[in-house]
């Protein structure tokens, strides 16, 4: 039997205790850090082999949840959890934001550190082979939420990557940001490139339209 005085380790989630002992394959345990409540048996609580699906485990923010969102299915990473895990590295680690600088900043919200709440937006909102987005919905939004996501086209997502933000002079007078110049041009009877010659200074005006600075790449 266990001694129920003590304060056992995990490999992985931290330190827990013994709330109930059962038998050997029932025991109710307690993690310290989360107050997470489960089963375990005294075996894999000697050996440390216990999990607390409240830790943060993923990048030290984010954690698995309770819940019937599954994380594998015959041996295979589910879609969910793929987006998931894509989505909490992009924001949180260093080594992805090294070759990918315009996430660095990025945030995923709270609701969505548990990978069950995320699991249940997926199954909603999920279209087969689209991918991800958080700022065609909110121009320029850097936090993953369900509000702002939404899932897009690669060609739309690819799209949106490459457009950039202008701050134009109209012709009378006012400042305009400009998304996208192509689009812009297009919509508003303007040749974009010679928007766009004008914005780099290699003309000083079209059609009354000048350049004051570029607002973002």
């Known amino acids: 039997m266990l001694d129920t005085t003590l304060i056992y380790d995990s490999i992985n989630y931290g330190k827990f205790r013994v709330l109930n002992y059962i038998?050997?394959?029932?025991?109710?345990?307690?993690?310290?850090k989360t107050n997470y409540k489960t089963i375990a048996t005294s075996k894999h609580i000697k050996s440390g082999a216990v999990k607390d699906l409240l830790y943060p485990i993923v990048r030290g923010v984010a954690f698995f949840g309770v819940g019937t969102h599954k994380c594998n299915d015959n041996g295979k990473r589910t879609e969910k959890y793929r987006a998931w895990n894509?989505?909490?590295?992009?924001?949180?680690?260093?080594?992805?934001?090294?070759?990918?600088?315009?996430?660095?900043?990025?945030?995923?919200?709270?609701?969505?550190?548990?990978?069950?709440?995320?699991?249940?937006?997926?199954?909603?909102?999920?279209?087969e082979g689209y991918q991800l987005d958080k700022d065609i919905k909110i121009d320029g939004n850097r936090v993953y939420s369900p509000g702002a996501c939404l899932f897009v086209s690669q060609k739309d997502n690819s799209t949106k990557a490459k457009a950039k933000e202008y701050l134009m002079i109209d012709p009378s007078g006012c400042e305009v940001k400009i998304y996208n110049m192509k689009s812009?041009?297009?919509?508003?009877?303007?040749?974009?490139?010679?928007?766009?010659?004008?914005?780099?200074?290699?003309?000083?005006?079209?059609?009354g339209w000048t350049a004051k600075q570029e607002f973002k790449v």
């Open 23 to 32: 038998n050997a394959n029932t025991v109710v345990i307690e993690f310290i």
């Open 86 to 127: 894509s989505m909490i590295d992009r924001c949180y680690s260093e080594k992805v934001q090294e070759s990918n600088p315009a996430y660095k900043g990025c945030t995923v919200c709270d609701e969505w550190l548990n990978f069950q709440n995320f699991g249940a937006w997926f199954d909603k909102n999920y279209i």
């Open 184 to 207: 812009f041009c297009n919509d508003n009877g303007l040749c974009w490139k010679q928007m766009s010659a004008v914005f780099v200074g290699n003309h000083g005006e079209h059609k």
